[in-house]
């Protein structure tokens, strides 16, 4: 009877997040989760396998010169566009991946307004607008951004233009877990997979509001 009991408690509290309309806010989402590393994968296995076919890139060639014009005259140089930046080397792009696929000790997810915040362990944090595409521009480029709720998990999807794509699902697991599932697509490169588990657990920088809403408050 008190097995029978557990499992119509777990129905019962399973349920509500897979019926309806999709989740208000951050939802289940909200509040402290801390990498469960037994459960996570590495980012370096599949970042070594993709650069095994790597090529170093062959550096350009130094600019042309011209002999010196008469005294006023501008060198055609001086019309040109800067040139391109050196595409990065293999350890340089290693590390690249490395920083973007690999998981944060801890999340700290809160919502403001119609804003989800999410905070990492080293104190970078992200805004992301479910229902509401938005773009941030950097020295990279421009990224568009597109948040959504589907069948009870959060995707969030970056084109970051030329064939860059990375995704990010956040999805709730049968134990109360959190998954998180990372997928990076550039050009020259498979993509790459990369999944994390957490836990809920106690970090700083959360406050909780009397109805169970949370907010990130203030480094």
Not at 59 to 66: A, D, I, L, N
Not at 147 to 156: D, G
Not at 161 to 166: L, M, P
């Amino acid at each position: 009877m008190k097995r029978f009991a557990g499992a119509l408690l777990l129905t019962l509290w399973v349920l509500p997040l897979h019926a309806g309309d999709a989740p208000s806010g951050c939802a289940w989402l909200c509040g402290n989760w801390i990498l469960d590393a037994g459960r996570s994968e590495s980012a370096a296995a599949p970042v070594d396998a993709a650069l095994q076919k790597f090529k170093e890139p062959k550096p350009r060639r130094p600019p042309r010169r011209f002999p010196e014009g008469p005294a006023g005259v501008e060198e055609p140089d001086d019309f040109s566009p800067p040139p391109p930046p050196e595409p990065p080397g293999k350890a340089s792009l290693r590390s690249q991946l490395l920083g973007e696929l690999t998981a944060s000790a801890s999340l700290v997810v809160g919502q403001e307004d119609s804003a989800i915040l999410i905070r990492a362990a080293d104190g970078q944090e992200r805004r992301i607008y479910p229902g509401r595409p938005h773009s941030l521009t950097n020295a990279g480029g421009t990224t568009t951004i597109k948040t959504s709720w589907k069948n009870n998990e959060l995707v969030v999807r970056e084109d970051r233009g030329g064939r860059r794509k990375f995704t990010e699902t956040f999805a709730l697991l049968a134990d109360g877990a959190l998954q998180m599932s990372r997928i990076l697509e550039r050009p020259g490169l498979k993509a790459l997979h990369v999944r994390a588990v957490y836990r809920r657990g106690q970090t700083d920088g959360i406050e909780s509001g009397a109805q169970g809403r949370t907010s990130v408050s203030a480094p």
